[in-house]
């Protein structure tokens, strides 16, 4: 319903301060979003019905600009450092305060949503946001609540999202004029001074991240998705390692491919859409994702359009290469309705590997599993971060998520091991990074193979196979897939030079070994072990 008086009811925006705004657009529908979007000139209409968003000078997280309030009911508990850096309470009301002002006389727009598909651990969220386009990225992001549950709603956390506002970093404490500001005493979240979308999306994330274990909840930067048997199956990895596109298989039923809860209930989705990558998107090899670029509905974010005929160039990274596609998941076929599954029976960590090292497929025993999870190695893909360099880094990002976690590390890897033993669920470290070399020599995993393996682990023929443990990471490498060559298998045998492979696979062991120091006080022995240098 829309609010069309200049201030007929604050609608419990009053509490918040915010007043004399010159218009509030509620929960207006998906086409009333695009006429405000190009009305207002905030987006473009391309051909088959998307609209397109350009960013501007922030096309990815900034992660430095984040800040979480240090207060009395959640300081104990969160991980402080360089990932969550505390501000005080008193920058935060400076800024809203500013934030505040800034709204006056303007035009703002508002989605009440949910968060959580399971209805024992949905989290109301209110998303008020300065554009159109945001607030329809919301509303493709989150569950959309029924008209009887918006008649009742009421928000337990609020986004307030002002890409117009910059803040000073001299007189408000931040770090540039960019700012993500967490207030769990508040229950309220600023963002400002960039219009990259996936903002709102991740700080929803963070806020379930602290909430849920509590309630015995673990939270998972994974997408899953369910076999016809009903077998479901989770795939840990960070962006660019092949969440979304290797769980969006025809094959499956798709639950989510970005955030999950794993309860004693089983898994639910956090969300109600899907935020892809789009970036050379192959038509032939992504066909599910590919669609929904040519759907009414669709927000793309920073994809490279002709002005003149609205033809998208999916290949363009004239913009960024973290070119995005936002869409409700009944955009993807053979959807679960309830956005929920059962106890997982395979979990799946998805690394890209730019060492070309790591084996293409290999099975994790419980320890190994919390080892790889603690560590959570991958090779960022460039444009992801602002600040990010035009080549793949190799780093480590715990929980395969560490910028969205508040708690320690060791507080979402103990549930982790403590779900496994209680479900038996077998674990599997799958490489799409590169192979026959490092970066710039070897080339990408092929996703036809990658595929196959991960086929052939999630139908239970690859734990009958035959494997060997590799030397120097001491994995479990099945020496034989269906529909995949033996030699992929073994990343040594891709290498045309053994003795540089023998090289760069104990510097990554090196790596991994320098990393794990800091999560050593909160494991055992067995679990410091999983990740020991193999080879006499």
Same mark, same amino acid.
Not at 138 to 165: E, W
Not at 253 to 274: A, K, P, Q
Not at 283 to 296: G, K, L, W
């Given at each position: ?141 989150? @569950? ?36 993500? %500001? ?24 963070? @806020? ?138 395979? @979990? ?9 090292? %790591? ?87 092929? @996703? ?89």
């Amino acid at each position: 319903m829309e609010d069309t008086g200049p201030v007929i009811s604050n609608h419990g925006l009053q509490d918040l301060g915010l007043r004399n705004y010159a218009r509030a657009n509620w929960n207006l529908s998906v086409p009333a979003l695009y006429e405000a979007a190009i009305r207002r000139q905030e987006a473009r209409l391309a051909q088959g019905g998307p609209i397109v968003a350009r960013t501007g000078q922030h096309t990815g997280r900034s992660p430095k600009d984040k800040f979480i309030v240090r207060e009395p009911g959640s300081e104990n508990d969160i991980w402080w450092g360089d990932v969550n850096v505390a501000m005080e309470p008193e920058q935060f009301d400076r800024i809203l305060s500013k934030v505040r002002a800034y709204l006056q006389g303007r035009e703002i727009f508002v989605q009440d949503l949910h968060a959580g598909a399971d209805p024992q651990y949905r989290l109301p969220v209110r998303i008020i946001t300065e554009n159109a386009w945001h607030n329809l990225f919301a509303q493709n992001m989150f @569950i959309r609540p029924s008209a009887q549950q918006r008649a009742s709603f009421k928000p337990d956390f609020t986004v307030i999202q002002v890409p117009g506002l910059q803040a000073d970093p001299d007189t408000d404490g931040t770090n540039s004029e960019c700012f993500v %500001l967490v207030n769990f005493a508040r229950r309220l979240v600023l963002i400002g001074g960039t219009s990259y979308a996936g903002e709102i999306k991740k700080s929803v994330f963070s @806020i379930l991240n602290f909430l849920l274990p509590a309630e015995g909840v673990l939270p998972m930067h994974c997408s899953a998705n369910i076999g016809p048997a009903g077998d479901t199956s989770i795939f840990f990895g960070l962006s660019g390692t092949g969440k979304t596109t290797l769980s969006a298989d025809g094959s499956r039923t798709l639950i989510g491919d970005d955030e999950h809860g794993w309860s004693d209930r089983g898994v639910f989705n956090f969300e109600g859409g899907c935020y892809a990558k789009v970036i050379r998107l192959s038509e032939e090899a992504e066909p599910e994702i590919h669609a929904t670029t040519r759907r009414f509905g669709t927000v793309l974010e920073n994809v490279v359009m002709d002005p003149d005929t609205g033809v998208l160039d999916l290949d363009s990274a004239e913009l960024t290469e973290n070119t995005r596609a936002s869409y409700p998941l009944e955009f993807i076929p053979n959807i679960a309705d309830s956005g929920m599954g059962d106890q997982p029976q395979n @979990i799946i960590m998805l690394t890209a590997d730019a060492f070309g090292v %790591l084996p293409p497929i290999s099975q994790l025993t419980p320890e190994q599993a919390m080892y790889h999870f603690l560590s959570g190695y991958t090779a960022r893909v460039a444009g992801t971060e602002k600040g990010m360099g035009s080549e793949p880094t190799a780093t480590f990002s715990t929980c395969f998520g560490a910028p969205f976690m508040p708690r320690h590390p060791s507080v979402y890897a103990k549930m982790l091991g403590e779900k496994m033993a209680r479900t038996g669920a077998r674990c599997w470290l799958v490489n799409t990074g590169w192979t026959g070399g490092q970066y710039g020599v070897g080339e990408r995993m092929s @996703i036809r193979h990658t595929r196959a393996m991960i086929r052939a682990a999630l139908d239970g023929r690859l734990a009958e196979v035959d494997g060997f443990i590799h030397p120097d990471f001491g994995l479990l490498v099945p020496k034989r897939c269906p529909d995949v060559p033996e030699e992929v298998l073994d990343p040594r045998n891709t290498w045309t030079d053994k003795a540089a492979y023998d090289r760069v696979a104990r510097d990554l062991t090196q790596r991994f070994e320098k990393n794990f120091k800091q999560f050593e006080g909160y494991v055992d022995d067995n679990v410091k072990a999983a990740g020991i240098y193999q080879a006499a």
